[in-house]
């Protein structure tokens, strides 16, 4: 089943690409494993996923003990100062900062292992009482102060669109996200590449590759409904 899952989401990704004529090659999907066992993600590994999605940093590390050394892990979910020791080291990327707080924090962990992090700033693009993440106004700012910490990399920006009905319903908040990353590209901060724009879940990461996004996180759509839902 879950093979299956994987190479439609695959045709659904690649005829994205074909309809606004972007090369494939530039869309990477992760699997969003959260709350879901190991026998599944062996699964989505078997069928050739190789990027994993987790939103618990101690979900993260035991799945990380557990699974091939070649896993690219993505923390995508809200993630405490005192626990990214934890994360430092085992992630590829952390999609989520969204305060100077943390990222310093991540910056002394990176410098204490003598490794650097890659992060992107997370965007409440559409303003939402409920979310985490920086508004459109403060992100250029927080990139700047983030980027200028010791050993952490700002590769781009992240978002989680609102629940809706329509995907379309979203559609202007990935523009939206696009334009911001475009224009804070422009002012060239060092340690700064906005080349990766994390948006589009399942309902709608359709219109989000039509709009730009580089990752989409797909967890229900790869495993299925989940028993129990995380923010
Ligand atoms: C759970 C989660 C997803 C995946 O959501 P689905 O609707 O199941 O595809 C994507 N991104 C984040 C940040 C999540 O927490």
Same mark, same amino acid.
Not at 8 to 29: F, G, M, Y
Not at 141 to 153: M, T
């Given at each position: 089943? =879950?093979?299956?899952?994987?190479?439609?989401?695959?045709?659904?990704?690649?005829?994205?690409? @074909?309809?606004?004529?972007? /090369?494939?090659?530039?869309? @990477?999907?992760?699997?969003?494993?959260?709350?879901? /066992?190991?026998?599944?993600?062996?699964?989505?590994?078997?069928?050739?996923?190789?990027?994993? +999605?987790?939103?618990?940093? !101690?979900?993260?590390? #035991?799945?990380?003990?557990?699974? /091939?050394?070649?896993?690219?892990? $993505?923390? =995508?979910?809200?993630?405490?100062?005192?626990?990214? *020791?934890?994360?430092?080291?085992?992630?590829?990327?952390? $999609?989520?900062?969204?305060?100077?707080?943390?990222?310093?924090?991540?910056? *002394?962990?990176?410098?204490?292992? +003598? &490794?650097?992090?890659? =992060?992107?700033?997370?965007?409440?693009?559409?303003?939402?009482?409920?979310?985490?993440?920086? @508004?459109?106004?403060?992100?250029?700012?927080?990139?700047?102060?983030?980027?200028?910490? /010791?050993? %952490?990399?700002?590769?781009?920006?992240? @978002?989680?669109?609102?629940?809706?009905? *329509?995907?379309?319903?979203?559609? !202007?908040?990935? &523009?939206?996200?696009?334009?911001?990353?475009?224009?804070?590209?422009?002012?060239?901060?060092?340690?700064?590449?906005?080349?990766?724009?994390?948006?589009?879940?399942? +309902? #709608?990461?359709?219109?989000?590759?039509?709009?730009?996004?580089?990752?989409?996180?797909? +967890?229900?759509? %790869?495993?299925?409904?989940?028993?129990?839902? =995380?923010?």
């Amino acid at each position: 089943m =879950i093979q299956e899952n994987i190479k439609a989401v695959q045709k659904n990704i690649e005829d994205a690409c @074909t309809r606004v004529s972007r /090369p494939k090659e530039e869309v @990477t999907l992760i699997a969003v494993s959260k709350t879901k /066992p190991l026998e599944m993600l062996k699964e989505a590994y078997a069928a050739g996923c190789r990027d994993f +999605g987790e939103n618990k940093v !101690q979900e993260l590390a #035991d799945k990380y003990e557990a699974m /091939p050394k070649d896993v690219r892990w $993505h923390m =995508i979910g809200h993630l405490q100062r005192n626990k990214v *020791k934890y994360l430092v080291g085992k992630v590829c990327l952390i $999609h989520s900062v969204d305060s100077v707080r943390l990222a310093e924090e991540i910056s *002394k962990e990176a410098m204490k292992k +003598g &490794v650097s992090v890659n =992060i992107l700033v997370e965007v409440n693009v559409a303003e939402e009482e409920s979310k985490f993440g920086t @508004t459109c106004a403060e992100t250029a700012d927080l990139v700047k102060k983030i980027a200028s910490l /010791p050993g %952490i990399f700002v590769k781009g920006l992240m @978002t989680i669109a609102p629940y809706v009905e *329509k995907s379309e319903e979203n559609r !202007q908040h990935f &523009v939206n996200l696009r334009k911001l990353s475009v224009d804070i590209k422009k002012q060239n901060i060092d340690n700064v590449s906005m080349d990766i724009l994390s948006m589009g879940m399942s +309902g #709608d990461y359709l219109v989000a590759i039509e709009e730009g996004a580089t990752y989409v996180r797909v +967890g229900t759509g %790869i495993f299925g409904e989940r028993t129990y839902s =995380i923010g």
